[in-house]
């Protein structure tokens, strides 16, 4: 019945209002209906990961149940419905908190379950959104395990795996944990089917400069050139060129400026900035109008930056 914390049976799309969350607790209420210890759910199935932070909930006073109560297999029968139910459930009290759980349940009752790229990216997105860092360790666990069926009739891996594991790497590197961004790029790269694009290494490099860690920075970009045979891009170079700015002075970043070119890829706006303001904090004005000098010859406009 409605308001006593039961799911509807198998085969029922109640919709999720139908769901409520126990009433808050009356002066004067002995036994109140509501009260979490009254609450007659069914058998639980199965108990929540005690090593999965649940999202904080601001629209309820109330934690979200554990165990997880057993959904019905209507409601996560296939990644489609489970993708239902999270986009209709994400404002829900109990169950908006639960979204990774519910997946892993989905997966655990049956080894036929395999969550597509839609329903990994959606998950990804909410858990680097709320920073619960070890449930997207999870998730990735299960991408690799589980792969996404879209890729069944094709020798290849999903062409849409990237999105997903570029959220997590950008939350584990925004976070400072270098070392997770790092483990998650291996994992995809050993995942993927072509090289990955410059766009992941620059994620990790550009929180290594954000960290002060500016040798890690230089050696990393070593790793991805030499060993991982990924080509920089400019902004691969504009972090190189600041982060040396900052730390050895514009010497060192003119040196990057002319990588940048040996490897044929073009200054930006931001490349000539920083290396103005590079010359211009340490007194050397003549170098830094020719820095301006050759960004109008090259076609690149001034900016206000």
């Known amino acids: 019945a409605a308001g006593d914390g039961r799911l ?6 109640a919709p999720l209002h ?5 009433a808050p607790h009356l002066a004067g209420d002995r036994n109140p209906r509501g009260d979490p210890r009254n609450l007659h759910l069914p058998r639980l199935h199965p108990p929540l990961d005690p090593s999965l932070p649940l999202l904080p909930l601001a629209v309820s006073h109330l934690s979200p149940p554990s165990p997880v109560p057993a959904l019905p297999s209507a409601h996560a029968s296939s990644p489609e419905a489970l993708l239902r139910l999270l986009h ?4 829900h009290p109990r169950l908006a908190a639960l979204d990774l759980h519910l997946l892993l349940a989905a997966a655990d009752a049956s080894s036929a379950f395999r969550p597509d790229h839609r329903l990994t990216s959606l998950l990804a997105a909410r858990l680097a959104a709320s920073r619960r860092l070890p449930s997207l ?9 589980r792969p996404c069926p879209c890729a ?9 795996l990237l999105p997903t594991f570029r959220k997590a790497i950008l939350a584990f590197a925004t976070s400072g944990d270098i070392p997770a961004a790092s483990e998650a790029l291996a994992s995809l790269r050993r995942a993927a089917d072509s090289p990955l694009p410059a766009e992941f290494y620059n994620i990790i490099l550009h929180a290594l400069a954000r960290l002060h860690r500016h040798d890690d920075a230089i050696r990393f970009y070593g790793e991805m050139t030499s060993v991982h045979r990924v080509a920089p891009d400019a902004y691969t170079f504009n972090i190189l ?9 514009v010497d060192a970043a ?9 490897r044929s890829c073009a200054p930006t706006g931001v490349s000539f900035n920083t290396l103005m303001r590079g010359f211009f904090r340490e007194g050397r004005h003549k170098e830094g109008l020719k820095v301006a000098h050759e960004m109008l010859q090259l076609g690149v406009g001034l900016s206000v930056a």
């Open 137 to 145: 360790r999870r998730l990735l666990q299960l991408v690799l395990s």
């Open 241 to 249: 060129i600041n982060s040396s700015c900052r730390v050895e002075g």
């Open 152 to 160: 069944d009739d094709s020798i290849f891996a999903c062409p849409d």
């Open 8 to 13: 509807p049976p198998p085969g029922a799309e």
């Open 18 to 22: 139908n769901l409520q969350a126990p």
């Open 88 to 91: 209709r459930a994400r404002h």
């Open 254 to 262: 003119m040196g990057w400026f002319e990588e940048m070119q040996r």
